[in-house]
């Protein structure tokens, strides 16, 4: 059976929509979904690029869809497996540095292995090689592609991922993200699916199957229960046994038998004690339970040991800061075998492992080569995911869609004429082939005159990162000397002010966070902030000096503050109002100013480098009156008055390396929200955050709201189909929206106990009864669908055949997509969240138009994990299931009935 065949009957196990529907795996050329279907049309025949043929005359093809238990593939394995020396082997197991790639390993010349040629990351090819073309598409969150509930978009977004690694001549991808959103403060949420493990699973693994039928190995990372990035590199994440297996080990067993993937990436935490690229889970929870046959890799920097690591599971490290080669594996690794610490028989497995997936996916039968492609096919693509995972929140007496040009209308927001909004970390994309900005999209819908354009605040960046209040903005700044707004800044590579500085530039505001997330190519700042201030900014030693001036946009009573880590000092027309030494926090004082006066403004800033990951934090910061507009806010409140309609498009800052400080939107732009709906009523807010955020403060101003997470390099076209109807919003929310940081757990150092358990997102909401802004797989649409003659089929009662069918109609005007979800409630005799997403079906309806959906249950949605007897048990009994538009919105249709 080919690839496809057996994709589609993995899915139906865990998803079963009805066959009336378009199966979820199958190879689709053009359509609606694209990318044209296939990327390199391998399938078809199409001699114009390079195809799955081996190049080599004398070369045979092991490809097979069953590689991970072929035994033509273990033939050849095994041949290999004769010719390695030890030395070899433990190279195959040991990473290298390498400029060229994210992550790499050694050829061995002399048996024809290739090199492996690793490129981040979940939401795009991340190109290192500088020595070519490093555009590659900038995909939305993959936060975006969960909210379309869609198993076949996912499919294709792999193949891109697939397509675009080979053609860059990468032969790994390291994606997809199946970690659980434990909560929304997590900064690497929008690299993930969202906070239900059965949606995490089915879309990790279609992305999986679409990366792999390229010569590409696709790595499912990150097991175990990496969750957070306070402390990432120490935390101790104590989970309890059945939260682990139901919640966090679910998604990557749904992986494992759907996707298959060749490599799985260990994370850099702690799980209950053990590191967990040192943890006997890799062994007994990966490869034993779950029957993964590739291999194990590290993250950068995650292996902390030799002897415990290898013994325990990892099969690669990959290296860290320590230098060229590797720290704990390679020379380490061969004395620790011929020391009988760690046994040949486990070496031979490692190399087995690594070996086995590079014969079966193909890597040796044709290696990557630099080829062009079609990027504007690409780019289509990623505008029509972003577009299906907008969320259409609130759309009071239906101002959505808009009539083109039927009206003026002001776009306010600090990124909205740029393509800033993406995460950072190593998942962010060096250069995007195309950028398409939301200012510029509704100018093409609605007429260039017809638009305005006001910031209203400041540029997002790396410092919206610190806690505290929002930093002075540039618009009531002045910098020494000079004109404009912001402030004159100066910079040493020394904590001291030691010689000439190092860097003097004008900035809008104090308002820095050097570390992890300044690397070059990490950081997603806003091209208004500037962030290219040397090596030395990054994780050395700093001081800096700050000067200007600040002139009070009204009279009244302000605070003036500093958030900073290290010794720093604010003077305010030569008196020093606050001085900060230490650990990070905040400190201010309350100054009574007149509107119109200008005072003279000097910050002074000096810290040692935290660690290797974290240098210098500064923010001068400010507190005052609602009532209190910054003149660029004021700017941006009046153009939206003048105009017939408000579009505020708002943003935050995520990234791999530290978690967000809070759940709302920095830089004042809640206060921008309200006072814009405050002068005019038809006010449209669109979220760009990776994972959720607040409403709570703002929302009920808003006449409509779309969350678009991070919608990529052709956002703008996205947001702008949505906004006048060209795509109706079909998305769905793969995370509950909290009403405030109170309702999700609060990452800390040190140890992070799981004390939720099973509870994790809607389910503790449910279970607790705490009402959320919107539950999770809430969505609305411009037109209604209805769900009818629901009814539940038991199949041979033992719970591996129960299946749900219902007739959706489109009742509205026009076209549009619903995802009709069923949910299982409490298991019989077993303390269970009152409910759990047990299948879901994404169902496209011409106005007018039923269709007759069938959904299975999985045998797991039915059962709960024993922890005395260590494996999943079905109870008898009935089990209530609802039929429903989310967590919330759903009713009983019948019972599951296990007898």
């Given at each position: 059976m080919?690839?496809?065949g057996?994709w589609?009957a993995?899915?139906v196990?865990a998803?079963?929509?009805?066959?009336t529907?378009a199966?979820?795996?199958?190879?689709?050329v053009?359509?609606?979904?694209?990318?044209?279907?296939?990327?390199?049309s391998?399938?078809?025949?199409?001699?114009?690029q390079?195809?799955?043929?081996?190049?080599?005359?004398?070369?045979?093809s092991?490809?097979?869809?069953n590689w991970d238990?072929?035994?033509?593939?273990e033939r050849?394995v095994?041949?290999?497996m004769?010719?390695l020396?030890?030395q070899?082997?433990?190279?195959?197991?040991?990473?290298e540095?390498?400029?060229?790639?994210?992550f790499?390993?050694n050829?061995?010349?002399?048996?024809d292995i290739?090199?492996?040629?690793?490129?981040?990351?979940?939401v795009?090819?991340?190109v290192?090689?500088?020595?070519i073309d490093?555009s590659?598409t900038?995909?939305?969150?993959a936060?975006?592609l969960a909210?379309?509930?869609?198993n076949?978009m996912?499919?294709?977004w792999?193949?891109?991922?697939?397509?675009e690694?080979?053609?860059t001549?990468?032969n790994?991808q390291?994606?997809?993200?199946a970690?659980?959103?434990?909560?929304?403060?997590w900064g690497?949420?929008?690299?993930?699916?969202g906070?239900?493990?059965?949606?995490?699973?089915?879309?990790?693994?279609a992305?999986?199957?679409?990366?792999?039928?390229?010569?590409v190995v696709?790595?499912?990372?990150?097991?175990?229960?990496?969750?957070?990035?306070?402390?990432r590199?120490?935390?101790?994440?104590?989970?309890?046994?059945?939260a682990?297996?139901?919640?966090y080990?679910?998604?990557?067993?749904i992986?494992?038998?759907?996707g298959?993937p060749g490599?799985?990436?260990?994370?850099?935490?702690?799980?209950?004690?053990t590191?967990?690229c040192?943890n006997?889970?890799?062994t007994t929870?990966l490869?034993?339970?779950?029957?993964?046959r590739?291999?194990?890799?590290s993250?950068?920097n995650?292996?902390?040991?030799?002897?415990?690591a290898?013994?325990?599971?990892l099969?690669q490290?990959?290296?860290?800061?320590?230098?060229?080669?590797?720290?704990?594996f390679g020379?380490?690794l061969?004395?620790a075998v011929?020391?009988g610490?760690v046994?040949?028989s486990?070496l031979?497995?490692?190399?087995?492992?690594?070996l086995?997936?590079?014969v079966?996916?193909?890597?040796?039968?044709e290696?990557?080569?630099?080829t062009?492609?079609?990027?504007?096919?690409?780019s289509?693509?990623?505008?029509?995911v972003?577009?299906?995972?907008?969320v259409?929140?609130?759309?009071?007496?239906?101002?959505l869609?808009l009539?083109?040009?039927?009206?003026?209308i002001a776009v306010?927001?600090?990124?909205?004429?740029n393509?800033?909004?993406q995460?950072?970390?190593?998942?962010?994309i060096?250069?995007?082939?195309?950028?398409?900005?939301?200012v510029?999209?509704?100018?093409?819908r609605?007429?260039?005159?017809?638009v305005?354009y006001?910031?209203g605040?400041?540029?997002?960046?790396?410092?919206?990162l610190?806690?505290?209040p929002?930093?002075?903005p540039?618009?009531?700044?002045?910098?020494?000397g000079g004109?404009g707004?912001g402030?004159?800044a100066s910079?040493?590579?020394?904590a001291?002010y030691?010689?000439?500085?190092?860097?003097?530039?004008?900035?809008?505001?104090a308002?820095v966070?050097?570390?992890?997330q300044?690397?070059?190519?990490f950081?997603?700042?806003?091209?208004?902030i500037?962030t290219v201030?040397g090596d030395?900014?990054?994780?050395g030693?700093?001081?800096?000096?700050?000067?200007?001036?600040l002139?009070a946009p009204?009279?009244?009573?302000y605070t003036?503050?500093l958030t900073?880590?290290g010794?720093?000092?604010?003077?305010?027309?030569g008196?020093?109002?606050v001085t900060?030494?230490?650990?990070?926090?905040?400190?201010?004082r309350?100054?009574?100013?007149q509107?119109?006066t200008?005072h003279q403004?000097?910050?002074?800033y000096?810290?040692?480098?935290?660690?290797s990951?974290q240098?210098?934090?500064v923010?001068f910061?400010w507190?005052h009156?609602?009532?209190v507009l910054s003149?660029a806010?004021?700017?941006a409140?009046?153009?939206?008055?003048?105009?017939?309609?408000a579009?505020v498009?708002v943003r935050?800052y995520?990234?791999?390396?530290?978690?967000?400080?809070?759940l709302g939107?920095?830089?004042e732009?809640e206060?921008?929200?309200?006072?814009?709906?405050?002068?005019?009523?038809?006010?449209?807010?669109?979220?760009m955050t990776?994972a959720t955020?607040?409403?709570?403060t703002?929302g009920?101003?808003?006449?409509?709201i779309?969350?678009?997470?991070y919608?990529g390099?052709?956002q703008?076209?996205?947001?702008?189909?949505?906004?006048?109807?060209?795509t109706n919003?079909?998305?769905?929310?793969?995370?509950?929206?909290?009403?405030?940081e109170?309702q999700?757990?609060?990452?800390?150092?040190?140890?992070?106990r799981y004390?939720e358990g099973v509870?994790?997102?809607?389910?503790g909401f449910?279970a607790?009864?705490v009402?959320?802004s919107?539950?999770?797989?809430y969505?609305?649409?411009y037109?209604?669908?209805?769900?009818?003659?629901?009814q539940?089929?038991?199949g041979?009662?033992?719970?591996d055949?129960?299946?749900?069918r219902?007739?959706?109609t489109n009742?509205?005007?026009?076209a549009?997509?619903m995802?009709?979800?069923v949910?299982?409630?409490?298991?019989?005799?077993?303390?269970?969240?009152?409910?759990q997403?047990?299948?879901?079906?994404?169902?496209?309806?011409a106005?007018?138009?039923?269709?007759?959906?069938?959904?299975k249950?999985?045998t797991?949605?039915?059962?709960?994990?024993?922890?005395?007897?260590?494996r999943w048990?079905?109870?008898?009994g009935?089990t209530a299931?609802?039929?429903?538009?989310?967590?919330a919105?759903?009713?009983?249709?019948?019972?599951?009935?296990?007898r």
């Amino acid at each position: 059976m080919n690839r496809v065949g057996i994709w589609t009957a993995g899915l139906v196990v865990a998803v079963a929509a009805a066959a009336t529907l378009a199966p979820a795996g199958a190879t689709a050329v053009g359509g609606e979904d694209g990318p044209g279907g296939d990327q390199r049309s391998r399938f078809s025949g199409d001699r114009s690029q390079p195809q799955w043929v081996a190049q080599r005359p004398d070369a045979r093809s092991y490809r097979t869809d069953n590689w991970d238990t072929s035994s033509r593939v273990e033939r050849r394995v095994d041949e290999l497996m004769a010719q390695l020396t030890t030395q070899e082997k433990a190279d195959l197991a040991t990473g290298e540095l390498n400029n060229n790639y994210g992550f790499f390993n050694n050829a061995i010349a002399r048996l024809d292995i290739p090199a492996s040629t690793m490129a981040d990351g979940p939401v795009g090819v991340r190109v290192a090689n500088p020595n070519i073309d490093k555009s590659s598409t900038q995909l939305p969150s993959a936060s975006a592609l969960a909210a379309s509930f869609g198993n076949g978009m996912a499919r294709r977004w792999g193949r891109l991922l697939g397509q675009e690694a080979f053609d860059t001549g990468h032969n790994f991808q390291l994606a997809p993200s199946a970690d659980i959103a434990r909560t929304p403060l997590w900064g690497r949420a929008f690299e993930g699916f969202g906070e239900d493990p059965l949606l995490v699973g089915n879309l990790s693994a279609a992305v999986v199957a679409g990366i792999q039928d390229h010569p590409v190995v696709a790595t499912a990372k990150h097991p175990f229960a990496y969750n957070q990035e306070t402390d990432r590199f120490n935390v101790n994440a104590v989970v309890g046994e059945r939260a682990l297996q139901e919640i966090y080990l679910r998604p990557f067993d749904i992986v494992q038998r759907d996707g298959r993937p060749g490599a799985m990436m260990c994370s850099f935490n702690k799980l209950n004690g053990t590191y967990a690229c040192e943890n006997d889970a890799m062994t007994t929870l990966l490869k034993e339970q779950l029957g993964f046959r590739g291999f194990i890799m590290s993250d950068y920097n995650a292996t902390p040991s030799t002897v415990q690591a290898a013994n325990a599971g990892l099969d690669q490290e990959q290296p860290g800061d320590q230098g060229l080669g590797s720290a704990n594996f390679g020379e380490r690794l061969v004395a620790a075998v011929a020391a009988g610490d760690v046994s040949m028989s486990r070496l031979d497995d490692m190399a087995r492992r690594i070996l086995r997936p590079m014969v079966g996916l193909g890597l040796f039968d044709e290696r990557p080569v630099v080829t062009a492609w079609d990027k504007a096919r690409n780019s289509r693509f990623a505008r029509r995911v972003a577009a299906r995972g907008i969320v259409l929140l609130k759309n009071n007496r239906s101002l959505l869609p808009l009539r083109a040009r039927s009206g003026s209308i002001a776009v306010i927001g600090p990124d909205a004429d740029n393509t800033s909004a993406q995460g950072g970390g190593s998942s962010q994309i060096s250069v995007p082939t195309a950028a398409v900005d939301t200012v510029s999209a509704i100018r093409a819908r609605a007429g260039a005159g017809n638009v305005t354009y006001s910031p209203g605040t400041d540029g997002i960046s790396e410092g919206d990162l610190l806690p505290g209040p929002a930093p002075v903005p540039s618009s009531v700044l002045t910098p020494e000397g000079g004109s404009g707004t912001g402030l004159s800044a100066s910079y040493w590579g020394n904590a001291t002010y030691a010689g000439d500085p190092h860097l003097v530039q004008e900035e809008p505001n104090a308002n820095v966070d050097f570390g992890f997330q300044n690397f070059p190519g990490f950081n997603a700042a806003s091209p208004k902030i500037p962030t290219v201030r040397g090596d030395f900014a990054l994780l050395g030693d700093l001081s800096a000096r700050w000067r200007g001036t600040l002139t009070a946009p009204a009279t009244g009573w302000y605070t003036l503050g500093l958030t900073a880590r290290g010794d720093a000092t604010l003077a305010v027309d030569g008196a020093k109002i606050v001085t900060h030494s230490g650990a990070l926090s905040s400190a201010g004082r309350r100054l009574f100013l007149q509107s119109g006066t200008v005072h003279q403004v000097a910050i002074d800033y000096a810290a040692p480098a935290l660690n290797s990951y974290q240098g210098a934090q500064v923010r001068f910061w400010w507190q005052h009156p609602e009532s209190v507009l910054s003149p660029a806010m004021r700017a941006a409140v009046d153009a939206a008055a003048a105009a017939d309609t408000a579009v505020v498009v708002v943003r935050d800052y995520e990234t791999e390396g530290v978690d967000r400080p809070d759940l709302g939107l920095p830089k004042e732009q809640e206060q921008l929200i309200r006072q814009v709906a405050a002068v005019n009523p038809r006010t449209v807010v669109v979220i760009m955050t990776g994972a959720t955020t607040t409403v709570r403060t703002w929302g009920g101003s808003a006449r409509a709201i779309l969350q678009a997470w991070y919608p990529g390099q052709e956002q703008g076209n996205a947001v702008a189909n949505v906004l006048f109807g060209r795509t109706n919003p079909s998305g769905r929310l793969p995370a509950t929206v909290p009403r405030s940081e109170r309702q999700v757990p609060i990452p800390n150092e040190g140890t992070e106990r799981y004390d939720e358990g099973v509870y994790v997102g809607y389910r503790g909401f449910l279970a607790d009864r705490v009402q959320p802004s919107y539950p999770f797989g809430y969505g609305l649409s411009y037109t209604t669908f209805r769900l009818s003659r629901a009814q539940v089929l038991n199949g041979s009662g033992n719970g591996d055949n129960v299946r749900v069918r219902f007739r959706v109609t489109n009742t509205g005007n026009r076209a549009g997509a619903m995802v009709p979800q069923v949910y299982v409630g409490e298991l019989p005799g077993v303390d269970s969240p009152p409910r759990q997403l047990a299948g879901y079906a994404r169902v496209q309806l011409a106005r007018g138009a039923s269709r007759t959906i069938t959904v299975k249950i999985p045998t797991e949605s039915l059962s709960y994990w024993d922890t005395d007897a260590d494996r999943w048990e079905t109870p008898e009994g009935n089990t209530a299931v609802y039929l429903g538009r989310s967590s919330a919105a759903n009713r009983q249709i019948g019972q599951a009935t296990v007898r």
